[in-house]
């Protein structure tokens, strides 16, 4: 079946608008064409339709912010804290802390030292002859 790219694009714009779709990928389900009809006209890359996923991408969040600001649920606070937050108070709000240095802050000096033989280990046993 042949397609119009017009048709398609007015089609996947509709679908856009009117389900507030925030991925490419959602909008093949609402039109009828396969996938690869979809890629193949290039309507993934139209700028019209990013232009429309990117505002309903905008509303969405602001929406989500909004709904966080005003909540009393720590986790939907902590979230966005985070969001707004310094790279500073990201580190210190972080759960676990990943930094090692030795005495007053100076790198640690660590030796390795190898124990027995040192040949390599390998994956199958030596034979014991």
């Given at each position: 079946m042949a397609?119009?790219?017009?048709?398609?694009k007015?089609?996947?714009l509709i679908?856009?608008?009117?389900?507030?779709l925030?991925?490419?990928q959602?909008?093949v389900?609402?039109?009828n064409?396969?996938?690869?009809?979809f890629?193949n006209?290039?309507?993934?890359?139209d700028?019209?339709i990013?232009?429309e996923?990117?505002?309903?991408?905008?509303?969405?969040?602001v929406?989500?912010?909004?709904?966080?600001r005003?909540?009393?649920?720590?986790?939907?606070?902590?979230?966005?804290?985070k969001l707004?937050?310094n790279?500073d108070?990201?580190?210190?709000l972080?759960?676990?802390?990943?930094?090692?240095?030795?005495?007053n802050?100076?790198?640690?000096?660590?030796?390795?030292?190898?124990?027995?033989?040192d040949?390599?280990?390998l994956?199958?046993?030596?034979?014991?002859?």
């Amino acid at each position: 079946m042949a397609y119009n790219t017009k048709e398609l694009k007015k089609a996947a714009l509709i679908a856009v608008k009117k389900y507030n779709l925030i991925f490419v990928q959602e909008i093949v389900a609402y039109m009828n064409c396969s996938s690869a009809t979809f890629y193949n006209h290039g309507l993934h890359e139209d700028d019209e339709i990013m232009e429309e996923i990117t505002k309903n991408r905008v509303v969405e969040k602001v929406g989500l912010r909004t709904k966080w600001r005003e909540s009393d649920n720590p986790t939907a606070q902590s979230m966005l804290y985070k969001l707004c937050a310094n790279e500073d108070e990201l580190r210190r709000l972080s759960v676990t802390k990943n930094e090692v240095s030795g005495e007053n802050g100076k790198p640690l000096d660590i030796a390795i030292t190898v124990l027995g033989n040192d040949e390599p280990i390998l994956d199958e046993p030596k034979d014991e002859v």
